[in-house]
């Protein structure tokens, strides 16, 4: 009988205990209180149902594995943050443990639970089809003990074939009123998510393509409407791309999603705006997916591989950049990874290998409160939804710090208009290598012919709101504003609903 690892773990105190790291259960200090300006309150929070539409979405892969929370706790922590996209990867594995018979809602793997429960919390699911089945093919685990897949299996063995496209057919006829966006594959470019004689195994990108046109095929022919997301990779991997462009899933896909990690929160931008040329040349959507990306809290964490060391206020500063230069990109949705520390071998340090926690989570390990990145995402979520629009300005930055050393070339913006009263809604940052303690520089800003009439800044790592002096010039010229590290917007006061510092 299989035995969830986190329950050996936890059976067997494996793990450390949550009270071993530093947990900061409150927002980070923004940049905005070194400035001059006058705080008014804060962001009042918004929970998911009251936002009606946004491209900030929450990676929950295992929600419907065991856990001390029950799948509707955990989805009651992404309306709590103002998720509006659920990522969900259902395992085939337990959902047919006897041949033939489905299972969508057992106790160990409630699916339906997961799904019903973001809906009734306005929050869009996204069902990842991935992994095998020990029934039909050899064992081997993936580093997320989801039971692995030979492709030449799925494609060329008649029993696995068959057997995979009755349980992918079972799936979107159970979900086909609920669920409209389905991603096919986890990293297909990389050999951690495939297996071949029980060991890893890089299947070609031609099979992959393989398996995107089955898949598609048999969603539509029970859900034509089908949103199909494709690719899925690991980094941005333009040559795959290209390989995938010319293979026989080219026709049976809507999106390009990529997983674009990395030390740097924009390191992978000129990649992603190259994957957007490519794919307009081949006659497909230039809006592509963040399905995947993530960055850890603390040195002592699994699943990673860059840089350090890394502590909770540069997690919430590389949350809130990438997810933002995703929106500068102009994606449809962005996905952090993920809702919740998980089990996960340390890759770094003197217990590489031994069993430890991944720390990209929004919540701690164990004591499941919030971290400086939930507050921070939080901000971002309750704020830019569908009441804005993306839109270009003609925005004019001068650094005004004296003695200061940065170039304009590190200033970071995203520019969007205030759909109702068409004023505009400025997003800037320093894209330089995050510092916990970072001294905020100032900088002037214009805004040729548009205006705020009520301006106001608000500190996307704390919440805080502060009152923005308008210049005797107009309201399209701002100075004397704190630019750092993290970011800060600047936009209308009507956007902005307010509750006093000190509440909760």
């Known amino acids: 009988m299989r035995i969830e690892i986190l329950t050996i773990l936890l059976a067997f105190g494996l793990l450390a205990c949550s009270d071993e790291i530093k947990q900061d259960t409150g927002p980070a200090r923004g940049p905005g209180r070194q400035s001059d300006l006058e705080c008014l309150g804060k962001l009042r929070p918004r929970q998911s149902e009251e936002i009606s539409g946004s491209m900030w ?9 065991p856990h001390e929370l029950t799948a509707g706790q955990q989805v009651d922590q992404l309306a709590q943050l103002g998720a509006k996209w659920g990522f969900l990867c259902p ?99 990389s050999d951690y998510f495939w297996q071949r004689d029980g060991a890893y195994f890089r299947t070609p990108v031609s099979d992959y393509g393989r398996i995107v046109k089955e898949v598609a095929a048999i969603i539509r022919s029970v859900q034509p409407d089908a949103v ?48 957007q040329k490519i ?15 993530g960055f850890p809290s603390d040195k002592d964490t699994g699943g990673w591989g860059w ?12 949350v809130l950049r990438r997810l933002l230069s995703d929106a500068a990109a102009g994606m449809q949705a962005s996905v952090y990874f993920v809702l919740n520390d998980y089990p996960a071998l340390l890759e770094l340090g003197p217990d590489k290998g031994k069993m430890g926690i991944n720390r990209k989570g929004l919540h701690y390990f164990g004591s499941w409160e919030p971290k400086p990145a939930a507050f921070a995402f939080q901000n971002l979520a309750g704020l830019v939804d569908n009441r804005m629009v993306q839109e270009p300005y003609d925005v004019s930055m001068e650094i005004v710090s004296p003695g200061s050393t940065l170039s304009l070339d590190n200033i970071r ?35 040729p012919e548009e205006t705020i009439d009520q301006p106001v800044l608000v500190d996307l790592l704390d919440g805080r709101v502060y009152e923005v002096p308008v210049n005797h010039e107009g309201s399209a010229l ?25 509440a909760k």
């Open 413 to 447: 913006t995203y520019t969007l208009k205030d759909r109702l009263s068409g004023s505009p809604v400025v997003v800037y940052w320093l894209a330089v290598p995050m510092v916990t303690d970072f001294t905020a520089q100032t900088v002037r800003i214009t805004l």
């Open 279 to 293: 794919l307009e040349v081949h006659g497909k959507s230039a809006v592509m997916w963040q399905s995947e990306c």
């Open 57 to 65: 979405g929450i990676s929950c892969h295992w929600i419907v594995d």
């Open 307 to 318: 840089g350090g060391p890394w502590d909770e206020t540069k997690h919430a500063k590389w």
């Open 91 to 189: 395992d085939w594995n337990r959902i047919e443990s006897e041949e033939g018979k489905y299972d969508f809602n057992t106790p160990d793997h409630p699916l339906d639970e997961a799904v019903n429960a973001m809906i009734k919390r306005k929050i869009t699911p996204i069902i990842q089809i991935y992994g095998g089945n020990q029934m039909y093919m050899p064992v081997a685990p993936d580093p997320n003990n989801r039971q692995m897949a030979d492709a030449s299996l799925l494609l060329d063995d008649p029993v696995v074939r068959q057997a995979w496209h009755r349980y992918i057919e079972a799936m979107a006829e159970r979900y086909k009123e609920s669920v409209k966006f389905w991603e096919i594959w986890n990293e297909p470019n």
């Open 228 to 275: 199909i997301i494709a690719g899925s990779t690991a980094t941005v991997h333009l040559e795959y791309l290209e390989d995938f462009l010319s293979s026989e899933g080219t026709d049976f896909f809507d999106y390009w999603s990529v997983h674009p990690y990395g030390e740097l929160p924009e390191a992978r931008d000129d990649e992603i705006r190259r994957a």
């Open 478 to 502: 701002f100075e004397e504003l704190p630019l750092a590290d993290s970011p800060l917007i600047l936009c209308n006061r009507r956007l902005v609903e307010l509750i006093p510092e000190s």
